[in-house]
């Protein structure tokens, strides 16, 4: 028995929620007194794992898999679920990965459970806390089945160093055929992105159009954070749509979220409610967006802004 962790890659990177992923397989494991196995796809950067407490890493190499399809990683992950007689299956809560832990649940006859933010208090009865109603409560929800895929919420639980020389080994999958079509992929262009990073530097139509986001960008390149916007402002056309958050757009769990010139929208609040601590910038001291912020600035985003940049260069 062990608890297998689905680790999440990009152009041979892994994903940061990847690592927050096996930090949470690895706690789990050590709760339960299990081994903990790793499986990857199409990445060769097994090496970075070994900080992160795997004792197997599971490597499936194969051009199939080089366009996202849950139908096939699902299946894919249910030969080693099996080979590796597992216990629990650990993912990130990524768009992907959600869309694979709901299939896979569907292939395993199994219970999955997104948003999870914390250990379960016991092993028996297997108790999980997660958020829920958009990140406005929290939900403590039993796995009854003897299988549980698990999604971890970004940035809630952590990454949680424990060298370990993972053994490394090389599974062949029996491929199945997937009616699933890519047809368009945007990638963010920034350094940092939306879903791995700590802080998020977002901005409204208060920034009165593209050509002033250049101080978002810079005070962004400053706190090394990621840039975002609101829906307004992607169906503008002002920023690309990868940066668009909220509740219709990527959902945000950073732990800090700069919001400039942004009203508050109760969509877009939806999208960002898990995100541990928000600032507002706005000139409208009666925007919504106050009533949910920890810090509040009433100002002029052309004024604020600059001078913030500059007491953050200086320190």
């Not at 379960?120 to 929800?141: D, G, L, M, Q, Y």
């Not at 690309?240 to 958050?245: D, I, M, W």
């Not at 609040?269 to 967006?289: C, T």
Request: aromatic share 8%.
């Amino acid at each position: 028995m062990a608890v297998l962790v689905y680790l999440e890659s990009e152009d041979n990177k892994f994903k940061k929620t990847a690592y927050e992923a096996l930090s949470y397989g690895k706690a789990l494991a050590d709760k339960m007194n299990v081994k903990v196995s790793g499986v990857v796809f199409n990445c060769t950067d097994s090496d970075s794992l070994k900080k992160y407490g795997a004792d197997k890493i599971i490597t499936i190499n194969d051009t199939d898999f080089e366009e996202f399809s849950s139908k096939k990683y699902s299946h894919a992950l249910s030969q080693v679920i099996k080979s590796e007689n597992s216990s629990d299956v650990i993912l990130s809560s990524s768009a992907n990965s959600k869309f694979i832990g709901a299939h896979l649940s569907g292939i395993m006859d199994t219970s999955f459970v997104s948003n999870v933010i914390d250990l379960p208090e016991s092993i028996n009865p297997f108790v999980v806390k997660r958020t829920c109603f958009t990140n406005k409560a929290f939900s403590s929800t039993e796995m009854i089945s003897d299988l549980r895929i698990i999604g971890v919420s970004s940035n809630s639980f952590g990454l949680i160093e424990n060298m370990n020389n993972a053994s490394l080994e090389t599974f062949n999958v029996e491929k199945v055929e997937s009616n699933q079509r890519i047809l368009k992929i945007e990638k963010e262009t920034g350094s940092v992105t939306i879903a791995d990073a700590d802080i998020v530097v977002s901005a409204g139509r208060g920034l009165k159009g593209p050509e002033n986001w250049e101080m978002i960008e810079t005070l962004a390149d400053t706190l090394g954070a990621a840039t975002a916007c609101s829906k307004p402002v992607s169906d503008m056309g002002w920023r690309p749509h990868s940066e668009h958050v909220g509740q219709t757009g990527k959902p945000v769990s950073s732990n800090l979220y700069i919001a400039i010139g942004i009203s508050g929208a109760i969509q877009h609040l939806a999208g960002i409610n898990s995100s541990k601590v928000k600032v507002v910038i706005n000139n409208d001291p009666e925007a919504p967006f106050f009533k949910a912020a920890d810090y509040g600035v009433v100002g002029d985003a052309f004024e604020v802004v600059p001078a913030l940049i500059e007491k953050l260069k200086a320190r």
